[in-house]
Nanobody
Framework: QVQLVESGGGLVQAGGSLRLSCAAS????????MGWYRQAPGKQRELVAG???????NYADSVKGRFTISRDVFKSTVYLQMNSLQSEDTAVYYC??????????WGQGTQVTVSS
């Protein structure tokens, strides 16, 4: 069973930065894609950023230019660097991994709160 453990959330003022980490219990290259999703109260879960096994990255329009997804293969960890945070970024952030033929895995989530 694959485990994804997020860390790095917290409370930050608007304009500040946070870096989220997602440590996987398996090699991150075993996943076709990994990504970060978020869910704000009363809203649907949405994709924030993703990275493929081949390192292709994609971002939601709302975070382009502010957030960066990266990975450390040797540490089996995916990161989300979040800069210029806004109150609209407040949400629970979830790490996600997709393994072809095996399924989708989720972390437990980490809260990010941006105060204005």
């Amino acid at each position: 069973q694959v485990q994804l453990v997020e860390s790095g959330g917290g409370l930050v003022q608007a304009g500040g930065s946070l870096r989220l980490s997602c440590a996987a219990s398996a090699s991150i290259l075993s996943f076709s894609t990994m990504g970060w999703y978020r869910q704000a109260p009363g809203k649907q879960r949405e994709l924030v950023a993703g990275i493929s096994a081949g390192a292709t990255r994609n971002y939601a329009d709302s975070v382009k230019g502010r957030f960066t997804i990266s990975r450390d293969v040797f540490k089996s960890t995916v990161y989300l660097q979040m800069n210029s945070l806004q109150s609209e970024d407040t949400a629970v952030y979830y790490c996600n991994a997709l393994r072809s033929g095996s399924g989708v895995y989720w972390g437990q989530g980490t809260q990010v709160t941006v105060s204005s």
